[in-house]
């Protein structure tokens, strides 16, 4: 089994910047996928940005230029650099981890970002 633990949101007025952090603990197999997704209200969920443990990230266009994704494999912690928000980030962001043996995905609880002046 897997656990996930994000932290860092929070409130934020547009044009700032937030610190996203996702710990992960467990059974994690040395090659596996970790990222950001977010749900806004009445909204589906999408994905914000992902990464290998290989270190390939892969980010959503709208947020492209503005959030960094990385990770430290020693950690097994994936974190989101998140700049230059705008409300239309407000969203809850989860945290997913990725384990290709079983085609599995474990998700957080969520941590809430909010864009609002």
């Known amino acids: 089994q897997v656990q996930l633990v994000e932290s860092g949101g929070g409130l934020v007025p547009p044009g700032g910047s937030l610190r996203l952090s996702c710990a992960a603990s467990g059974n994690i197999f040395s090659i596996y996928a970790m990222g950001w997704y977010r749900q806004a209200p009445g909204k589906q969920r999408e994905r914000v940005a992902i990464i290998t443990s290989g270190g390939s990230p892969n980010y959503a266009n709208s947020v492209k230029g503005r959030f960094t994704i990385s990770t430290d494999n020693a950690k097994k912690t994936v974190y989101l650099q998140m700049n230059d928000l705008k409300p239309e980030d407000t969203a809850l962001y989860y945290c997913?981890?990725?384990?290709?043996?079983?085609?599995?995905?474990?998700w957080g609880k969520g941590t809430l970002v909010t864009v609002s002046s």
């Open positions: 997913n981890l990725h384990d290709p043996r079983y085609d599995t995905d474990y």
